[in-house]
């Protein structure tokens, strides 16, 4: 199976503040991950698919970028709405594989 | 809109099984997959499988290999998970969600199924 390492595993940081979260498979996965966010008490929403392409819908403050082993997701302005916890996932081959997340706060 | 709404919370007891259902709204049924993803309480999330809505073949995880059946009913484009077996550990919110024509994306989820298993 494919490990996904996300870092760090929590953040906070300040409205308007860029932050970047590091996702890493443990072999090559191409572009073949995605991101999601999940706010407390909600289901998960896809956010970035194809490691860069912004999901319909989706605020154009999130991004995504890399290839192969390493990925990174950014929050250009961080809002108070972003608090919540994204997790990177890769769909290169089964099972499909999850990073265990990585928790947002405002400082 | 495109939505999926699954049924309700469930207790069990070990050794029983459960069987979540989840009926798609706003596209054609049958489509895309469907993919069922779970989280532990205070955990992350982990995919549990994936199903074909046109000819019902189907990829399950290892972890779930002999104790989980994926179907999907057409007419009522609802699909199902069932989990035999339970142990406490199976005690999660297990999701639904639209996935492509191969495992892979997952652009629509389920509100989740809140499964407890205690004795």
């Known amino acids: 199976d494919i490990q996904m390492t996300q870092s760090p595993s929590s953040l906070s940081a300040s409205v308007g503040d860029r932050v970047t979260i590091t996702c890493q498979a443990s072999?090559?996965?191409?572009?073949?991950l995605n991101w999601y966010q999940q706010k407390p008490g909600q289901a998960p929403n896809l956010l970035i698919y194809?490691?860069?392409n912004l999901e319909t819908g989706v605020p154009s403050r999130f991004s995504g970028s890399g290839s192969g082993t390493k990925f990174t997701f950014t929050i250009n302005s961080l809002q108070p709405e972003d608090v919540a916890t994204y997790y990177c996932?890769?769909?290169?081959?089964?099972?499909?594989?999850f990073g265990g997340g990585t928790k947002v706060e405002i400082k | 809109q495109v939505h999926l709404v699954q049924s309700g919370d469930e207790v069990k007891k070990p050794g029983a099984s459960v069987k979540v259902s989840c009926k798609a709204y706003?596209?054609?049924?049958?489509?895309?997959?469907i993919s069922w993803v779970r989280q532990a309480p205070g955990q992350g999330l982990e995919w549990m499988g994936w199903?074909?809505?046109?000819?019902?073949?189907?990829h399950y995880a290892q972890t779930f290999q002999g104790r989980v059946t994926m179907t999907t009913v057409t007419s009522t484009s609802t699909a199902y998970m069932e989990l035999r077996n339970l142990r406490s550990d199976d005690t999660a919110l297990y999701f639904c969600?639209?996935?492509?024509?191969?495992?892979?994306?997952?652009?629509?989820w389920g509100k989740g199924t809140t499964v407890i298993v205690s004795s």
């Open positions: 969600t639209r996935d492509q024509t191969a495992p892979g994306t997952m652009d629509v």
């Open positions: 706003g596209y054609t049924f049958p489509g895309q997959g």
């Open positions: 199903i074909n809505t046109y000819n019902e073949n189907t």
């Open positions: 072999q090559d996965i191409y572009n073949y």
């Open positions: 194809d490691a860069s």
């Open positions: 996932q890769h769909y290169e081959n089964l099972p499909l594989t």
